[in-house]
């Protein structure tokens, strides 16, 4: 009995844990089929409201083909439109392998298709390429092939009598930036690499020239069927520049032409002998500038390269040297040649300073233009002694007469009726210390190469020798920019190369207009002292610059470099015509010429002769400076 009691309360407890368990599952069950109905009905909400938008993320994401398609960096012009950079079409050569594997009797012909056009192309090259990866769809067999090259190739495969032996190649359109005049102002205009500005124009306006790249892709849509999408390239914007090539071909003629007689006469030195020069100087260039705009109308620095193969060492070392340099090395000598010397490179300017010295003393009235000097040849500053280019000495000269002969002890005597005080003001006023902010890369500073107020006031030697433009640093771009306000009546003009931004179908986009900057001297200084330099050209030092029938002012200058008494200087020489009213500045320097005699050295002045003389004309500039006949018929 009490057994069977037992077993009746032990099935009476299996029963009420199945129901429990039961129920347990109802509830599970019925929570399911809530979530389910949830996550259906939003999925019809999704579906409903942004189904296309999925449908196209996931179709996207289905690529079967994809390629970039390049844009065309902006070109450079000239002022007369002339095409100073541009890109040229390319072509890569691809081989799909997958594709010809599956053509296993056009395989044969195809490769000997390949190695017909395109000599780059080896039949050895091909079938490892078709061995080691055969499923690939995308195998680079030549790079940068020409237009040319690839329309014959291209009419192979659309001949009815050959299409048939030719399968899996297409080519790939690249760009590739070409300079139709090789060394035509090669650091001026620079090079670009992999669409990037390197040096010059194509770095500092690498964000103007640059474009958008275009993407050419394709998915397959709800239908499997293959849907193509292509977003177009957006081209870079071309510069138009204010440099003439017709000058600019002038400029660099010149250049050479002195290097080579330079180089004549340092072949024949003996303190060339052991390490033997390829130069005729360490660097020459030049700047012709329109003083009335500040527009550059030239800018050569000598040595130059080949801006379509800027890496070219060979003009100027030997095999044997190339051969034996580090790539540290290498690189130096490259980055030294790139430099373009008009902005980057300081020195000090000499006598090319001084017309700035009398303009100071005049315009601030510390001078009334009556004043003479006497001058025995030397100055004793501080206890030292100072010398002038002619030791034993000019006698008595006045302003002018002191500026056509390159007086230095006549300058220091000007200098201190000027003092420091004014004498560093105007170098303030005149630019010097500060950049011009020229559309140029890598403009040196010479914050911290010029004397203060404060050194030139409390060292007679700093103001006695800055006077003769000596013991303190200059950038080329810098006096010339200077120089132009000296002689246009006062105006400085911001120096600037580009004048146009133009979009790629040649709209204008932007003009440069010419931007003064400030005011630096009177009309009538500058008048006076236009004058003054006419006699320098006329009758003084810069009697080798000048042009017969012109009307050329200007000064020369002779710097000696550090450490003083190496044997080596700057001389250089900077001018203007015409002297009434003047359309046109030349500024030669050459750095370091390599003959037995470099403060002899007339090269710079000879440069800008070469210059004025073919460029006046080519402006229109008439001759006016005809020399009078004694007894000679005036024209009315």
């Not at 061995?131 to 092939?145: C, E, G, I, R």
């Not at 303190?271 to 020069?277: H, I, R, S």
């Amino acid at each position: 009995m009490a057994r069977k009691t037992r077993n009746i309360n032990r099935n009476n407890n299996r029963k009420t844990i199945l129901k429990r368990m039961q129920s347990k599952l109802y509830v599970v069950f019925i929570l399911l089929c809530i979530l389910f109905v949830v996550l259906v009905g939003r999925l019809m909400y999704i579906e409903y409201t942004s189904g296309d938008k999925y449908e196209k993320i996931v179709l996207s994401q289905q690529s079967y083909d994809s390629r970039v398609i390049p844009y065309q960096r902006g070109n450079i012009y000239d002022s007369r439109g002339t095409v100073l950079a541009t890109c040229v079409d390319v072509y890569n050569v691809i081989l799909d392998c997958k594709v010809l594997n599956l053509n296993e009797d056009k395989k044969a012909s195809t490769i000997a298709y390949l190695c017909q056009i395109f000599p780059e192309i080896t039949k050895e090259a091909v079938e490892d390429a078709l061995t080691k990866d055969p499923n690939s769809q995308y195998k680079v067999l030549a790079k940068k092939m020409s237009y040319d090259q690839v329309s014959a190739f291209e009419a192979i495969m659309n001949d009815e009598k050959t299409k048939d032996q030719v399968a899996g190649i297409w080519f790939e359109k690249e760009y590739e930036r070409t300079y139709p005049y090789g060394n035509l102002a090669s650091q001026l205009i620079g090079f670009a690499s992999a669409s990037a500005g390197v040096i010059g124009l194509e770095t500092q306006y690498d964000d103007v020239l640059s474009g958008t790249n275009g993407r050419a892709y394709g998915y397959f849509n709800s239908d499997n069927d293959v849907e193509q999408k292509l977003v177009e390239p957006i081209n870079g914007n071309g510069l138009v520049t204010s440099i003439d090539a017709n000058i600019q071909s002038i400029c660099e003629e010149a250049v050479l032409k002195a290097n080579a007689e330079m180089l004549t006469e340092a072949q024949t030195l003996e303190k060339y002998q052991e390490a033997p020069v390829t130069t005729g100087s360490d660097n020459t260039s030049v700047i012709v500038m329109n003083p009335n705009t500040g527009e550059i109308m030239a800018m050569s620095t000598y040595p130059n390269f080949d801006l379509n193969n800027p890496k070219d060492l060979t003009a100027y070392y030997t095999p044997e040297q190339l051969e034996a340099m580090t790539d540290e090395e290498e690189m130096n000598a490259l980055n030294n040649l790139w430099q373009n010397y008009a902005t980057t490179k300081t020195f000090e300017p000499g006598s090319t300073f001084k017309p700035f010295t009398v303009a100071m003393g005049l315009d601030s009235g510390k001078l009334n233009g009556d004043e003479t000097y006497v001058c025995d040849g030397v100055e004793v500053v501080s206890g030292h002694e100072v010398h002038c280019v002619k030791r034993e000495g000019h006698g008595t000269e006045n302003i002018e007469q002191a500026l056509m002969n390159s007086c230095n002890d006549a300058l220091m005597q000007m200098s201190y009726a000027i003092g420091g005080s004014t004498f560093a003001k105007y170098q303030s006023v005149f630019g010097f210390g500060q950049k011009t902010g020229v559309d140029l890369p890598g403009e040196a500073s010479t914050a911290s190469l010029i004397f203060n107020e404060d050194q030139l006031n409390k060292t007679a030697a700093n103001l006695a020798t800055s006077s003769f433009g000596q013991g303190f640093n200059v950038t080329m771009i810098q006096l010339a920019t200077s120089f132009c306000s000296l002689i246009n009546g006062g105006d400085m003009y911001q120096p600037h190369v580009v004048s146009q931004i133009q979009d790629d179908s040649g709209n204008v986009i932007k003009t440069i207009d010419p931007v003064i900057m400030k005011e630096t001297v009177s009309q009538e200084t500058s008048d006076v002292l236009r004058q003054y330099m006419k006699s320098v050209v006329d009758e003084g030092t810069g009697k080798k610059a000048a042009v017969e029938g012109y009307s050329i002012g200007g000064k020369t200058g002779t710097a000696e470099k550090l450490p003083r008494g190496s044997g080596n200087y700057v001389v250089s020489f900077i001018g203007f015509a015409p002297v009434e009213d003047p359309q046109v500045v030349v500024y030669v320097a050459v750095d370091t010429p390599h003959v037995e005699l470099q403060d002899k050295c007339s090269q710079s002045s000879f440069i800008a002769r070469d210059i004025f003389a073919q460029i006046l004309p080519y402006l229109g500039i008439e001759q006016t400076n005809f020399p009078q006949e004694e007894n000679a018929e005036v024209p009315q």
